[in-house]
């Protein structure tokens, strides 16, 4: 039953990734994400969380899923905020609450708005509940969840009104940023984050993600700016046989290698920088939720023989971890 599951996840997401990925990391982004995440755990969590990586990694991708396939709408608030919408000006000036914020700009506003912050703090809540109540299924899924939001987080689009670029001439630099960059130049990131940490204060570690994200937004867009003024369709993607931008599976606009180099280069390290933040960042909050739990024994959710069939395979993927690579799964590539 569960191979079944994880089958139907994989095909699911390879169809629809392509809407998907023009909102959040794409599958090559939050699939390293969650991954690298259960390598960062301290093994009294990692080697649990290792047993069911293959389904953490591949349920990365399905709050996506339900946005886009299962048509729930209350799903798509959960992965942004427009800040500028909530007359932003800092953490401080943010309620503390979701509740607290539909009371202040009204519900039908904070929907439009989004709601990622609340979101991360509303799921880490609960996956302390699944993991105090041992709830191993609950467990996998909430963890892969808010994996998902996290990352949603570390990307600075989902921080503001003008998440594509639409605002400022620049339609497709979401999936250039998310997608593009990482699965072309991912290959030399080094994403090993060292040890996690307990974080004293979810709702303020949340809200430093944040802020911290959105202050990415300026070097984000001037750079791409600055790159594509006055130049010829040409050098910004790569042009078929008619004459036309060439498209990816999905339809976008694949731009051209050199664009995407000069870019990835102007952004100083940017992308591998907010991925590598964002494992670590995942691993904490999972780390945080499992300490707040009060240590609970997960070895015994899983038969003795699977752990330890895969003891050999986890100190393997552990040796490359430290090493800055994160193996053991791979995706089809969108560009």
Known sequence: MTKKIF????????????????????????SKINRGAILALPREMGMFYYNHADFITEESVAPDIRKYTMGDKTEFPRHYID????????????????????????????YKSGTLPWTIQEVTEKLTAALRAKNKSEILFLSANLAHYIGDAHMPLH????????????????????????????KNYSLYTGEVHYIDNIEKATWAIIDSSHKLMIPLLYNDKKLRKDKPIEMLYKIGANGQPEQNKYGQKTHSYE???????????????????????????????????GKPDLSDLDPKYITERNEKFYQEDIKYWKKGKVTGYKVVNEY
């Open 83 to 110: 800040l500028e919408n909530y007359s932003y000006s800092g953490p401080a000036s943010m309620p503390r609450t979701q509740d607290a914020a539909n009371a202040k700009f009204g519900k039908d506003s904070v």
């Open 259 to 293: 664009y995407a180099h000069v870019y990835h280069e102007l952004l100083a390290g940017m992308v591998e920088t907010q991925m590598r933040s964002a494992i670590a960042a995942t691993a904490s909050f999972w780390y945080t939720a499992w300490v707040n739990a």
């Open 7 to 30: 089958v139907v996840i994989a095909i699911v997401s390879a169809l629809f990734c392509g809407i998907a990925c023009t909102y959040a990391w794409g599958v090559w982004g939050h």
């Open 159 to 186: 921080t503001s009104v003008n998440h594509d670029g639409q605002l400022t001439g620049q339609n497709g630099i979401h999936a250039l940023w998310e997608s593009h960059l990482p699965e072309v130049f991912g």
